[in-house]
């Protein structure tokens, strides 16, 4: 009589199913995908009662073909490079000067998803590695689409911080005329003249463009600019190294030397010549302006900026009632999650697109009245948190001065790293920045 004999599991295979499977608990707590947790008894099959045969279509040693080894190593690297892109980090190019001499133009960063939480895709059937266009067309499907969510990160914006995020304003777009945005479009030319003569695409949150900018208020913070100089709760900003403001800067009538606008750092998008060679609009650190005051052909140097009272359309909130401006500005209160106000003939305007778009509510206005769900209500309790993003290039910089608020659910990550940097005015190999090579991103 033969007996047989059952393969008991070794103490080898249950250490690694304990480690497999622990990794694996935390990963859905971490997801909050608790439907995952049927997961466990694959994973315990794999490692211990081994029931089923997961290697089925595994060929035998020799028999696979060279191209499906290519094919498999391509696909792993796909998978592996993807999941890095969602849960921990993805590459960025500084592609405006809206943030000199913080971030420079041509710099390459490192953005970190974990530091405030990944943001889980919303169009998960997307072109592996790519935003939101291939070769001219979307690089995603519009459907299927699930719901806002962000994973636990190791903490929060806070101010001051340089924060790459989704445009707010870049749901819709005009394909090939992207700045300004759809928007201030529609209010400088019309909305029937534009729908008429553009080709208009609308895009999912986590498709719009992405921005890097430095969060200067917070949720439940006033915002105030007073003559370009940012206050928060009536207390000015940390005045950072970086920040830079416009200057009329006026010589003898002899031109700046090329050689000086070098040495100094000041690039050919800070500076414009007005007025002949005695005169230039110049984007200056307050470090440069000392710099610039001590050459003798220089005999002035000054500021410019736009009076109090001198409304410009294109800032935030685009209405006439707010006589607004990018260096006079507010008060105005960032929405937090949670806070109520009373909504009133004026504020309305402030918070209407908050209400309406970005936290999905039926809105309607009649008669000066506000209906929500249909419902007449004159009270409003904001559903998530909202931030106020600014370029440290003040004076060329599109931020939230010309579109308002930037919400919780737009935020990508934090950049930590440049691993290397490009001088686009010059060539190779001068063009490589050396000193800005796996330099850590700080707030100052």
């Given at each position: 009589m033969i007996k047989l004999i059952e393969n008991k599991p070794t103490r080898k295979q249950y250490i690694k199913f304990a480690i497999v499977s622990t990794l694996y608990v935390l990963w859905i707590l971490w997801m909050h995908s608790?439907?995952?947790?049927?997961?466990?008894?694959?994973?315990?099959?794999?490692?211990?009662?081994?029931?089923?045969?997961?290697?089925?279509?595994?060929?035998?040693?020799?028999?696979?073909?060279?191209?499906?080894?290519?094919a498999d190593a391509l696909i792993f690297a796909l998978v592996v490079s993807s999941l890095i892109k969602i849960f921990i980090f993805q590459l960025y190019a500084i592609p405006t000067g809206?943030?000199?001499?913080t971030l420079l133009i041509?710099?390459?960063?490192?953005?970190?998803?974990?530091?405030?939480?990944?943001?889980m895709?919303?169009?998960?059937?997307?072109?592996?590695?790519?935003?939101?266009?291939?070769?001219?067309?979307?690089?995603?499907?519009?459907?299927?689409?699930?719901?806002?969510?962000?994973?636990?990160?190791?903490?929060?914006?806070?101010?001051?911080?340089?924060?790459?995020?989704?445009?707010?304003?870049?749901?819709?777009?005009?394909?090939?005329?992207?700045?300004?945005?759809?928007?201030a479009h529609i209010l400088l030319n019309g909305r029937e003249a534009v729908q008429n003569n553009y080709e208009i695409k609308t895009r999912p949150i986590d498709k719009e463009e992405n921005f890097v900018k430095r969060c200067v208020a917070?949720?439940?913070?006033?915002?105030?600019?007073?003559?370009?100089?940012?206050?928060?709760?009536?207390?000015?900003?940390?005045?950072y190294k970086g920040i830079m403001y416009k200057y009329l800067v006026t010589t003898d009538g002899s031109s700046i030397n090329p050689k000086t606008f070098e040495r100094l750092e000041i690039t050919s998008k800070d500076k414009e010549n007005i007025g002949g060679t005695a005169n230039y609009q110049i984007d200056l650190t307050d470090e440069k302006v000392a710099e610039l005051k001590k050459f003798p052909?220089?005999?002035?140097?000054?500021?410019?900026?736009?009076?109090?009272?001198?409304?410009?359309?294109?800032?935030?909130?685009?209405?006439?009632?707010?006589?607004?401006?990018?260096?006079?500005?507010?008060?105005?209160?960032?929405?937090?999650?949670?806070?109520?106000?009373?909504?009133?003939?004026?504020?309305?305007?402030?918070?209407?697109?908050?209400?309406?778009?970005?936290?999905?509510?039926?809105y309607e206005e009649k008669g000066g009245k506000v209906f929500i769900d249909g419902k007449q209500v004159e009270t409003y309790t904001f559903k998530q948190n909202y931030y106020w993003m600014m370029g440290d290039n003040?004076?060329?910089?599109?931020?939230?001065?010309?579109?308002?608020?930037?919400?919780?659910?737009?935020?990508?990550?934090?950049?930590?790293?440049?691993?290397?940097?490009?001088?686009?005015?010059?060539?190779?190999p001068s063009n490589i920045r050396w000193d800005r090579l796996f330099k850590v991103v700080r707030k100052e």
């Open positions: 608790y439907w995952m947790f049927i997961g466990l008894a694959i994973i315990f099959d794999i490692y211990i009662s081994k029931k089923v045969k997961w290697n089925v279509f595994k060929q035998k040693e020799g028999e696979k073909k060279k191209w499906k080894e290519w809206s943030l000199e001499k041509g710099d390459r960063l490192f953005v970190s998803k974990l530091s405030f939480g990944p943001q895709p919303i169009t998960p059937l997307a072109v592996p590695l790519v935003h939101n266009t291939i070769f001219g067309v979307n690089s995603y499907l519009d459907w299927p689409q699930w719901d806002y969510k962000r994973l636990t990160g190791f903490g929060n914006v806070e101010r001051d911080d340089i924060v790459v995020f989704n445009f707010p304003v870049g749901d819709t777009i005009l394909v090939g005329n992207e700045n300004p945005d759809y928007y917070l949720p439940g913070d006033t915002l105030n600019i007073i003559d370009s100089k940012v206050f928060i709760d009536s207390k000015p900003q940390k005045a052909s220089i005999t002035s140097v000054v500021k410019m900026i736009s009076p109090k009272g001198e409304p410009d359309m294109l800032i935030f909130p685009r209405d006439p009632k707010f006589k607004w401006n990018n260096d006079n500005f507010g008060p105005l209160v960032i929405p937090k999650k949670g806070m109520t106000i009373q909504l009133t003939e004026d504020n309305i305007i402030l918070y209407r697109r908050v209400i309406d778009v970005y936290e999905y509510n039926n003040r004076d060329n910089s599109a931020d939230s001065r010309s579109w308002g608020f930037v919400p919780e659910d737009h935020i990508v990550g934090k950049p930590v790293l440049i691993f290397y940097s490009l001088n686009e005015e010059k060539s190779f």
